[in-house]
């Protein structure tokens, strides 16, 4: 005889409390999954909410192609994530979902006009040094970010390098998580693979 074992993962957009946003009923009802042994929950950290075309939207990330520059998951908003996730789902049956690209936005940033270019975290380094541009790094987001103006136009971009992305690694071995997952891996970096291939056995 055959044994047929299947596992169920779901992605989730986070909050951080209970009654936070009234968009988000369908998080408790993926919540209740949790009793279900094979589960694994992927939290993408971080979400924004507002106005689009008259409708509204959700987006699972901080900064965002329509939002303010920011950081894509700052450290410091994915911790309260992740806590909040803990009080309704073993840490064991989540992974932890990990941003694999940046945002540049022109300046100034204009709500409902300003749209920010998705670009991988190799290619903002790339501008910095075509631009001259000294990159920084915000100390509560454990994000790094530079500035540059280009025909006439100024701009900020936000993006992921090794600090950034061992702040999250750490946050994952600090709560014991599952793991982690990536979104968009098409945007090759691969200083991300050797630090995550140190530290974690990978499941391809």
């Not at 299947?6 to 957009?13: E, K, Q, T, W």
């Not at 009793?35 to 990330?61: C, D, H």
């Not at 994000?143 to 999250?168: C, M, N």
């Amino acid at each position: 005889s055959l044994m047929c074992c299947c596992f169920l993962s779901v992605i989730i957009i986070p909050r951080i409390a209970w009654g936070v946003n009234r968009f988000f009923v369908i998080f408790f009802h993926i919540y209740g999954l949790r009793k279900y042994s094979s589960l694994t929950v992927l939290i993408f950290a971080g979400y924004n909410n507002g106005k689009q075309g008259g409708s509204n939207y959700l987006w699972p990330e901080w900064g965002y192609t329509y939002g303010p520059p920011m950081a894509v998951a700052p450290i410091h908003q994915v911790r309260k994530v992740v806590e909040y996730a803990l009080t309704e789902i073993p840490a064991e049956k989540i992974d932890l979902g990990i941003p694999n690209y940046g945002y540049n936005w022109p300046l100034p940033y204009e709500r409902g006009v300003t749209k920010a270019a998705a670009i991988g975290n190799v290619q903002a380094v790339r501008i910095a040094v075509e631009q001259g541009a000294e990159i920084m790094f915000d100390s509560l987001a454990e994000s790094p970010y530079f500035q540059y103006t280009s025909e006439g136009i100024e701009h900020e971009v936000w993006f992921e390098d090794v600090r950034s992305l061992q702040a999250k690694f750490n946050l994952i071995k600090e709560y014991g998580l599952r793991g982690c997952g990536y979104w968009q891996i098409m945007k090759w970096f691969r200083a991300n693979w050797v630090l995550l291939q140190n530290q974690f056995y990978i499941l391809k």
